[in-house]
């Protein structure tokens, strides 16, 4: 198993830009979120799934848009970037919380940054 | 709502002493309890996590944690600290089950730890 893939590993955009960060897992996990890493707060759940077709907020999801069509795959998709979303962000999967295996799997990580 | 606080933003040990980073959350019912270990430029890897089972946890590399639910605590330990565990630690809680929060993980501000020689 590949486990939880991220692409890309880095990128910069210029403010205004728009893209698409990739996150995949191959476990066959019901559960797939976003959080965002930044220095002294630790990692905030930005949209969270808990399967195909069913999306929900997170704690910070302003300026973050997702879907989820497939229970392998959740992208983030920036609108428009503005500075304050230069960040690492993490893709994570789990099983759904009722389970005893539960526990969340992390991806890499993608380093943004925002000029 | 649930929420994690880590005492100390930094630790710093000598190598072969304990390691003591401390966690205190805050639940409105019995929660689940994690710890995860990030080195440089890496993602984060589990450490241990604690499911309402035995509330003594042993983790990977050595660690342990134990729950303590009067004092809404889950303290992680090692007896002796190495170089290679310099890291930034997190702990982390979520609700198990129902409710708006539902699977989300809250995490702590993370715990940067420092192991001299």
């Known amino acids: 198993n590949a486990g939880v893939t991220q692409t890309p590993k880095f990128q910069v955009l210029k403010t205004g830009q728009s893209m698409t960060l990739q996150c995949a897992q191959d476990?066959?996990?019901?559960?797939m979120s976003w959080y965002r890493q930044d220095p002294g707060m630790g990692l905030r759940l930005i949209h969270y799934?808990?399967?195909?077709?069913?999306?929900d907020q997170g704690e910070v999801p302003n300026g973050y848009n997702v879907s989820r069509s497939t229970t392998e795959d959740f992208p983030l998709r920036l609108l428009s970037a503005a500075p304050s979303q230069t960040s690492v962000y993490f893709c994570?999967?789990?099983?759904?919380?009722?389970?005893?295996?539960?526990?969340?799997?992390f991806g890499p990580g993608t380093r943004l940054t925002v000029t | 709502a649930q929420s994690v606080t880590q005492l100390g933003s930094h630790v710093s040990v000598s190598e072969g002493a304990l390691v003591l980073l401390r966690c205190n959350y805050s639940?409105?019912?019995?929660?689940?309890l994690f710890w995860y270990v990030q080195y440089p430029n890496q993602g984060l890897q589990l450490l241990l996590k604690?499911?309402?089972?035995?509330?003594l946890v042993k983790g990977i590399n050595g660690f342990e944690a134990e729950f303590k639910k009067s004092e809404t605590s889950f303290h992680l330990t090692k007896p002796s600290a190495h170089m290679s565990d310099a890291a930034e630690y997190f702990c982390?809680?979520?609700?198990?089950?129902?409710?708006?929060?539902?699977?989300?993980?809250?995490f702590g501000q993370g715990t940067i730890l420092t192991v001299h020689p």
């Open positions: 799934s808990v399967g195909a077709g069913i999306t």
């Open positions: 639940s409105s019912v019995p929660p689940y």
């Open positions: 982390a809680v979520s609700l198990p089950m129902g409710g708006t929060s539902y699977g989300k993980l809250t």
């Open positions: 604690y499911t309402s089972a035995a509330t």
């Open positions: 994570a999967s789990s099983y759904s919380p009722g389970r005893r295996s539960y526990e969340q799997y």
């Open positions: 476990m066959n996990h019901e559960y």
